[in-house]
């Protein structure tokens, strides 16, 4: 079974039960062996706040060291986003297996009317997957109430309500209080956490014996929000015998009470699994945690902030967050779908200047014009401004709006889905010499078997791969086969509102006549082309840095006695600083220091120990001729680095500590983001991929808007596809050789291969292969890197300028087109 066919057959299943109970989600478990049975399990319920809470709990218990499974609901953008194991979306493969294994009973159980739901059977997945990869913990966010919603098939460790408001009455009841007894259902071993209040508070105390409450100063642990720090949230919470101060990547009071009820979670699991998990640990957790879609600033100038409150209780929440930025005008973009109360979240929302009201690619959305009437009628907007797509919309608002005014696009998971594809939308440049080539392409765009066959040979000048609406597919196709050249569509179809992938094929000249077709066109297509030109185009202006102007050769310095390659050689300063000078002799572009190894088994280096081993080195070598990057993952020696001098910061984490990404907001040095699933490298780490180019670069896609947020501009962010983290050797041949795909991200691209275990697979051994990082060096450079990252310069500088030869041979020859 292919992809797509497991996808739609899922996709295809009905969306709403046509009975109560767990019958049919218990009897899908009980066809897979009841893959739930051997779970510890968090069960997280409410109205608002679930998901959030669900995404700290599963970093603070990652942080402990755990093995973690998560559940949530619904997706942005692709299906697999619901079930992930340590960060990782579910792969491709797994799905497959999963709806192969299903597949028979569910269509018995249709035949006899009652099939599972999409909700019950994506949530049996998660299940399955989960037991699968062993995992110590699985964190399930609750769909609709708790009673009977498909997660109940299990038996927590832990739950937790959140908050309630009225949401779904025609299941859950009609005031409050029934439908916080509904939730209270999740209740397990544990006592329950929860912080609702009021009536809600009163119906679950009624519901449940053991209750923890998180919020004012009246309950069992306290959650203070002491206001917006930058882009981060300074919470305080204060439990019986325990106390954490942080700062959340999430922004709003509500979100104080989420990490409360995170953190009350977290130490009951931990408990019960005695696993050590101090307060240090939690506030790392909770720090790290990021959840897109959730008052997400995108932009900074003007302030443009995505959130999928859909009730009025979380448009009140997004009102009273946006409150604490200070702004002119606000430009508000909503779409909202059919069910939900309009009038309730008009009256919620911010004063807004002008409203743009617009309609999901989704057939439960509300019209433009229905939105509109209910603003109208709130007397709580200026203009209004009745819109069509999701896309043009926010174009409209984002155009209208000035450096000093916000855009704010919120209303629905849905919308915010479709507006957030403007900064993830990925235009990946494929390499296609030959029929091979072309047919992996279209395969990794789940075009189905008919589709390859028939259009593989088409794609044999300029490739592209980029995700799309279907409505944007369909146009695409039809104006590209009109200018003779292809567009292949996914076979992933019956989602009608989820982004499907596209290839397009062509010569340069048809794809700049498709540009110029798109350049007025709604639905977001000017945007789409926007970006297309963007992925083909040339540079025009003068570069600013060195690999602007070509592939630059970053030089390695380690002043750290257990590195893998060097270990202590240069730990000397003097010795240092002569290799320092010799590397600049040589052609080196950068100077890279390190003060900490980050090979197999390293054991981590105090803050002061790296500061007292990098700084001075930076400040001996900065008035060479060549910038200085500092390779660290602390936040305090990256800001030592900088003071002292350094030019850019390498982390091999990829800004996974929110203070780092403070640091580079505030300095905004050019910073290498790289993809790693352990640093230091474990080596008993086992990660699958579908496929590891693209997943790698989805996986990075969102470091990097990371790093945008922050304040960085992209063109200052560096990629680093991470060899050797979390990669096996075949692996991360397959990174060097489709190294050029990493353009897709809009961001420079560095390679760092330098005597890597890989080479063993051609003779040679890892730490001492010196050849098979020569041979490399060419290919990524003439692969398209931007930066190499190596240990011996004078060989590799070589290497490097022999792939700029051919190119520039190539070029004076003719036979080769040029973007």
Not at 4 to 16: P, T, V
Not at 349 to 362: E, F, G
Request: net charge negative; hydrophobic share 40%.
């Amino acid at each position: 079974m292919e992809y797509h066919e497991a996808a739609n057959f899922l996709f295809d299943l009905r969306r709403y039960p046509s009975r109560e109970g767990l019958d049919a989600t218990r009897a899908l478990c009980d066809s897979l062996g009841n893959p739930q049975d051997d779970l510890v399990c968090v069960q997280i319920a409410g109205s608002n706040g679930k998901g959030s809470t669900a995404r700290m709990v599963e970093r603070t218990l990652r942080e402990a060291g755990l093995d973690v499974g998560l559940f949530t609901s619904p997706h942005l953008s692709d299906l697999r986003e619901r079930v992930r194991v340590n960060g990782r979306k579910v792969t491709k493969r797994a799905v497959c297996e999963y709806t192969d294994a299903v597949r028979e009973h569910v269509l018995d159980a249709a035949a006899e009317g009652d099939c599972p739901t999409f909700f019950e059977s994506t949530t049996v997945l998660a299940l399955w997957a989960f037991a699968r990869a062993e995992v110590d913990v699985a964190v399930l966010e609750v769909g609709i109430g708790g009673r009977y919603d498909a997660t109940s098939v299990v038996d927590p460790l832990a739950s937790a309500v959140t908050s309630v408001t009225l949401e779904h009455t025609e299941l859950l009841g009609d005031t409050v209080a029934e439908i916080a007894r509904d939730k209270a259902q999740v209740a397990g071993t544990s006592p329950l956490v929860t912080s609702t209040t009021g009536d809600a508070l009163a119906a679950v105390r009624d519901e449940v014996e053991a209750v923890v409450t998180v919020g004012g100063a009246s309950a069992d642990v306290r959650a203070r929000y002491e206001g917006r720090d930058g882009l981060s949230g300074r919470v305080a919470l204060d439990g019986p015998d325990w106390s954490v101060e942080t700062r959340l990547s999430q922004l709003g009071t509500h979100q104080a009470a989420n990490a409360g009820v995170a953190a009350t979670l977290s130490r009951q699991v931990a408990e019960a699994l005695d696993v050590p998990l101090d307060e240090a640990t939690v506030e790392r957790g909770l720090a790290g945690a990021h959840w897109p879609g959730r008052f997400e600033v995108m932009n900074r100038d003007p302030l443009t902030v995505l959130d999928g409150a859909h009730n009025p209780g979380s448009c009140e929440s997004v009102a009273a967050t946006l409150a604490e930025f200070d702004y002119d005008d606000l430009h508000l973009v909503v779409g909202a779908m059919s069910d939900k109360d309009h009038a309730g979240m008009a009256a919620a929302l911010p004063r807004a200047d002008h409203v743009y009201t617009c309609r999901a690619d989704n057939e439960r959305a509300e019209s433009p014009a229905v939105l509109a009437r209910a603003f109208e009628a709130s007397g709580r907007s200026g203009e209004v401004h009745v819109g069509g797509n999701v896309p043009d919309a926010l174009a409209a608002a984002r155009s209208a709006a000035g450096s000093g005014d916000a855009v704010l696009l919120t209303g629905s998971l849905y919308v915010v889905a479709e507006a957030r594809e403007e900064w993830v939308r990925p235009e990946i440049p494929k390499r296609v010499t030959g029929l091979d080539e072309a047919r992996a392409a279209l395969e990794s765009a789940d075009v189905t078997e008919g589709g390859v066959r028939r259009m593989r040979g088409e794609g044999v000048h300029r490739v592209v791969k980029t995700r799309v609406r279907p409505r944007q597919a369909r146009y695409l196709k039809q104006e590209m086969l009109s200018l003779d050249g292809e567009c292949a569509v996914s076979g992933l179809s019956a989602q009608e509102y989820d982004p499907v992938d596209v290839v397009l094929m062509g010569t340069l000249a048809q794809f700049r006549r498709l540009l110029e077709r798109l350049a007025d066109q709604p639905y977001g297509l000017q945007q789409v082309g926007e970006r297309l030109r963007e992925t083909l185009g040339i540079r025009t202006d003068d570069p600013e840095y060195p690999w602007e102007a070509g592939t630059a050769v970053m030089g390695i310095i380690n002043v750290t006695p257990d590195s893998f390659h060097d270990g202590g050689e240069y730990d000397a300063l003097d010795e240092a600083r002569e290799r320092a000078e010799a590397m600049v002799e040589a052609g080196v572009d950068i100077l890279d220091v390190g003060g900490e190894s980050t090979r197999p088994g390293a054991e981590p280096v105090p803050v002061e120990e790296e500061i007292r081993r990098v700084v001075p080195l930076v400040e001996a070598v900065a008035d060479l001729d060549a910038l200085v990057s500092v390779d660290t993952r602390k936040a305090e020696v990256a800001r030592a680095a900088l003071d002292a001098g350094a030019d850019i910061i390498n982390d091999v984490t990829g800004l996974d500590d929110p203070e780092m990404r403070e640091v580079v907001a505030e300095y905004r040095p050019p910073t290498v983001v790289m993809h790693s699933i352990d640093a230091p490298v474990d080596p008993d780490t086992d990660v699958e991929y579908d496929d590891v180019v693209e997943d790698v670069v989805e996986q990075v896609r969102e470091r990097v808007l990371l790093a945008e947020k922050a304040g960085l501009d992209r063109s200052r962010i560096i990629v680093d596809p991470g060899l050797g983290f979390g990669k096996s050797r075949h692996e991360n041949f397959e990174l060097l050789d489709r190294l050029d795909e990493f353009h897709a991200l809009g961001c420079p691209v560095l390679v760092g291969h330098s005597h890597k275990s890989m080479f063993s697979l051609v003779g040679e051994e890892g730490g001492d292969a010196p050849a098979g990082t020569v041979a490399a060096s060419a290919l990524a450079a003439d692969r398209g890197a931007d930066v190499i990252r190596v240990h011996d310069v004078p060989e590799n500088v070589v290497a490097v300028r022999t792939a700029h030869a051919l190119d520039g041979a190539m070029d004076d020859a003719g036979n080769d087109e040029g973007p």
